[in-house]
């Protein structure tokens, strides 16, 4: 097994914390490794706002919990807020020509490089979905014509078990000819 493989296995969404803080380095070493990720045109449709002065660690963590659904983050001990940027000229005229949207593509790249860093480095992630975004763009200064497609919660681990994944076989999302 290749250590991708392995490291691709054991990044698993972390929901509980250690009151333990993510050295600033790391942060930047995960925002580095997310930096180099491919997008179409080489358009980088990304920014991130890296949260880790505490009192706003813990404003964005209210921010997550507010719809009531998530309810894991308050331990969090940093946040990453992945914002999605207009497209290179380039990349517009492939959406044109293609009527495909490759921005999004770009940034779940853009993610999970960002969270495979974080795995490397043994920190804990987790990708949230449903948060209070008019809350978020108060909290962080984001502009209204500036997209937040993500928050990710991040710290050290509680626990280091690493869960069993729950995944489609490979036989039924593979084919090969
Ligand atoms: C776009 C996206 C949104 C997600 N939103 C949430 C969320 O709001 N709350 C949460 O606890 N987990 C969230 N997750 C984590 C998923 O539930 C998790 O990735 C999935 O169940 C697979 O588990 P694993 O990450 O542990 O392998 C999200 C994941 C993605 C990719």
């Known amino acids: ?10 990044r698993q969404s972390c929901r509980n914390f250690l009151d333990k803080p993510v050295e600033h380095e790391k942060l930047v070493r995960c925002i580095e490794a997310a930096r180099l990720s491919p997008s179409a045109c080489n358009s980088q449709p990304w920014k991130v706002i890296a949260v880790e002065d505490p009192d706003k660690v813990r404003q964005v963590a209210e921010a997550t919990m507010q719809l009531g659904i998530n309810k894991y983050f308050e331990k969090a001990r940093a946040f990453f807020v ?10 517009k005229i492939a959406v044109l020509v293609d009527s495909q949207v490759f921005a999004k593509g770009d940034l779940g790249g853009f993610v999970l490089s960002l969270c495979l860093e974080a795995e490397s480095l043994g920190i804990g992630t987790c990708i949230i979905g449903l948060y209070d975004r008019p809350k978020l763009r108060e909290l962080l200064g984001i502009p209204a014509w500036q997209s937040i497609f993500t928050v990710i919660a991040v710290g050290y681990p509680s626990s280091d078990t690493v869960r069993g994944k729950s995944r489609k076989p490979l036989e039924e999302i593979a084919r090969f000819v």
């Open 1 to 10: 097994m290749s250590d991708f493989l392995e490291l691709a296995a054991r």
């Open 82 to 91: 992945v914002l999605e940027e207009p497209g290179e000229l380039m990349a």
